[in-house]
């Protein structure tokens, strides 16, 4: 996923642009308002992580009609609070200090819901996939995937009927500034075939990648 970080505590910033990019995703980190509505303006989000201060950030994206997911990270943990989040658009809430491995939980868990698909275990083929677990089988044998051979098998999972293209992909698993090379994506799908089966991705010759097995 595209995760956009609203943010402007240095420190926990930090480590959730680490715990992040870890997982394998794209992201942008913004620290001020209009620096996240310039940023969120110019590219497509898959979702957002905003600061519970930022309210009028999310107020203004669902006046526009916008419906990109937010989860908002608040120190504020009064329920009149949570319930102001949650009526101005939010979809899911965590309050500071949190663990970092919940964040994740909490992304993923989100990211099926707007998917369609909030059943984390999907059957494909000869493979057992738990996206909740971020964890795949391969005739009943655990294949170790790294952060970024793993966003991009589940932006497959997640669209199994798109046609999914390079510049598509990178967004995925790449930040802004990032310096992405030409082959890059063509190097994650070789190795996410070689562990997980040939026809797992299928090369739509000009076009892009999309989910082969089903």
Not at 180 to 197: A, D, P, Q, Y
């Amino acid at each position: 996923m595209r995760i956009l970080l609203i943010e402007d505590d240095t420190v926990l910033g930090s480590a959730v642009a680490d715990q992040i990019r870890a997982d394998g995703h794209g992201l942008d980190w913004a620290t001020r308002l209009d620096e996240a509505d310039a940023a969120f303006r110019s590219s497509g989000y898959d979702l957002v992580l905003l600061d519970g201060r930022g309210l009028p950030f999310l107020k203004e994206l669902r006046n526009r009609g916008d419906v990109t997911p937010v989860i908002i990270l608040t120190a504020l943990d009064q329920v009149s609070d949570r319930i102001s989040g949650l009526n101005a658009g939010a979809d899911d809430y965590l309050v500071k200090p949190f663990d970092l491995a919940e964040l994740s939980a909490r992304i993923g868990s989100v990211a099926r819901r707007y998917a369609g698909n909030p059943n984390p275990l999907i059957t494909l083929g000869g493979l057992e996939i738990d996206l909740a677990a971020r964890s795949v089988l391969r005739d009943g044998r655990k294949v170790a995937l790294t952060g970024r051979e793993w966003a991009l098998f589940e932006a497959f999972v997640q669209r199994p009927n798109q046609l999914l293209s390079k510049p598509q992909l990178e967004e995925v698993l790449y930040s802004y500034d990032d310096c992405v090379g030409s082959n890059t994506i063509e190097v994650h799908v070789s190795h996410l075939r070689k562990k997980l089966g040939r026809d797992v991705i299928v090369t739509e010759r000009g076009l892009g990648y999309r989910l082969g097995a089903r």
